[in-house]
Structures are given as structure tokens and as C-alpha cells.
């Protein structure tokens, strides 16, 4: 009679207790595989480096490579391994218990079962994506005697075996610390990916531009460095802008600037003339002159009749 190979389960890999933050750097190899049938207590954020990996939640799967950070919620059957064809799987991974906030900037990101895939996240974010790891595995380390150490390069953790590469903040301040990095990677990696598409209809490059804009009015914006900003041509880019938002780009750069005067007189004693050049503007006469022309009063009437 012949013998039929039976496939055994694969073991489930317990995850560390929800009120722990844990935070680890991996370079894996094929056969490398994690399977959770009961899912896990805590959120799970991974960030990988290099190679590729798979990482299934529920019904929800996604691959991941370099530049992608992929997070799955508490209590869902999981299982993640190297992707199949890959050499390797580098990556940073954190066991936590999540933010509030964090879950309203990972909503566009959602698969599906509680699974996130932030992707593609900008080459010009990576490097502080990466930082703010290596942060959070220093921070993590920190006793709350003398300072907390300092985070080491990438070659230095290559280096080290395993365990070396993985820790556990138990103080308060170790946790915090690490929290703090970790939602710092969060918000940077939701904030500059490419994720649902914005149902305002906007080219995402406009969208782009107003973000500069807003980001910093007083900067000496020209048509020229927003066009460079998003990599379009000037005449492409100030046709686009004011054919889906109604204004030209200086027009929309003048009202962000007197929205931004408007709120330094709101909220400081700086002086009028320090307000205008703050704000970006160089003759504080064309100052005055538009600032009434938005707000019905000059900018110290409008100041002094708030505070009346």
C-alpha cells in the first residue's frame, strides 16, 4: 500500500504581549516563515530594506520590497515569509500597541482584514524612514541612566548576530521615545506615499504644489520652482494648477501668504513689518495694501480688533 506524505501544520510563533514595544532588524534567507493562526495581541509594522517579502492577513495579502512599509492589526490569523524568487528579506519590524491618530493615516493604505500597505514611499523619505528605525532600536535600549545611546549605522547591525539586533523597551521612557520615532516613520511614510486615489479629482502633482505652498508661505516661490518641485514645465504646470483650482499659482501663493500674516497677528506680538517679511513680503506698503484688501482693515486695525 502505498505511503501518502502528510504536509504537518506549520507551528504558530507566539507574539510578544501587547504592552511591550519591541522593536528588531532582520535579513532573512528563503525558507524563513512566521505563521500566527489566533493573529496577535499587538500591531505589527514592517519596514523592509532590501529582497522582498509576502505578508498575508485574513483574506488581504500584499508583497513587499525595498521602500514599502506594510503593518497588520491585532487578533487576525497572519502569516508573512520571504516572497518567493527572493534572495532575502531585510527588514525592520516593531511589535507595539498603536496610536489612535496612526489608524486615521493608515486608512487609505487598507487591503482589507486590518492589513496596510504604504507603498511606493519616495527615495528622498527613505533615508529618514530608515534613521528613525535604527532610532527606535537605540531608544528602545535606554535605561533612563545618562543619555539614551546614539543609533548605529546599518554596517554595525549587519554585523551583529540576530538577538543582537532586536530589544525590548521596558521603561517608560524607553517606550515613549521609541513610540515617538515610530510615529514619526508612520506619519512621513502615509504622508508622501501614493495611496487611494484623492476623490477631489486633483492631479497629484497640484496637489503636491498647494502642500509647498501651505508648507512654507513665505519662501521665495516662483512659478519656475514649484513647476521643478513637481517636475513639470512652468507653462505645464501653471496651465494645470489654474485649470483645476480656479487660481493661478502666484495668486493661490498671495493667499496662502495673507493667510499666514494673518495668523502671525493672531498669534504673536511680532511687529507689522516683521509679520510681512515672515509672511514673504518684501515692501511692507504692498503689505498693508493687500492685507486690507483680503480682511477689510489693515493689519494692525485687524489686530487690535481681535484683541478688543
Known amino acids: 500500500m502505498p505511503v501518502r506524505a502528510v504536509q504537518l501544520p506549520e507551528p504558530a510563533v507566539p507574539s510578544p504581549p501587547p504592552g511591550l514595544v519591541t522593536v528588531g532588524r532582520f535579513d532573512q534567507r528563503p525558507g524563513y516563515s512566521i505563521s500566527r493562526p489566533g493573529g496577535a495581541d499587538s500591531w505589527l509594522f514592517v519596514w523592509t530594506t532590501g529582497g522582498g517579502g509576502r505578508l498575508a492577513q485574513g483574506a488581504a495579502e500584499t508583497e513587499a520590497g525595498a521602500g514599502d512599509l506594510v503593518v497588520l492589526g491585532p487578533d487576525l490569523p497572519h502569516h508573512y515569509a520571504v516572497a518567493p524568487g527572493a534572495r532575502h528579506w531585510a527588514f525592520w519590524w516593531v511589535h507595539c500597541q498603536a496610536r489612535p491618530t496612526w489608524t486615521e493615516w493608515l486608512r487609505p493604505y487598507a487591503l482589507g482584514d486590518r492589513l496596510y500597505a ?16 535604527r532610532r527606535m532600536l537605540a531608544d ?153 484688501q483680503r480682511y477689510g482693515a489693515p493689519p494692525g486695525a485687524y489686530r487690535a480688533g481681535l484683541r478688543r
Open 118 to 133: 504604504v507603498t511606493p514611499v519616495p527615495d528622498g523619505v527613505r533615508g529618514r524612514l530608515d534613521s528613525a528605525f
Open 140 to 292: 528602545a535600549r535606554w535605561t533612563g541612566a545618562g543619555a539614551p545611546p546614539e543609533e548605529r549605522a546599518e554596517e554595525e547591525l549587519d554585523g551583529e548576530p540576530e538577538d543582537g539586533r532586536v530589544a525590548v523597551a521596558h521603561g517608560t521612557a524607553a517606550r515613549e521615545l521609541t513610540l515617538c520615532s515610530l510615529e514619526s516613520a508612520v506619519l512621513l511614510a502615509t504622508a508622501t506615499a501614493r495611496g487611494e486615489p484623492d476623490r477631489s479629482g486633483l492631479d497629484g502633482r497640484i496637489r503636491q504644489a498647494e502642500a509647498l505652498i501651505a508648507a512654507d508661505p513665505g519662501a521665495p516661490h516662483t512659478v519656475e520652482s514649484l513647476a521643478t518641485g513637481v517636475s513639470l514645465s512652468p507653462s505645464r504646470f501653471a496651465h494645470l494648477f489654474t485649470q483645476q483650482l480656479g487660481l493661478s499659482p502666484m495668486r493661490a501663493l498671495l493667499a496662502a501668504r495673507l493667510l499666514h500674516a494673518a495668523r502671525l497677528l493672531e498669534a504673536t506680538d511680532l511687529p507689522v513689518e516683521r509679520v510681512a517679511a515672515a509672511s514673504g513680503f518684501s515692501s511692507p506698503f504692498h503689505f498693508n495694501r493687500v492685507f486690507r
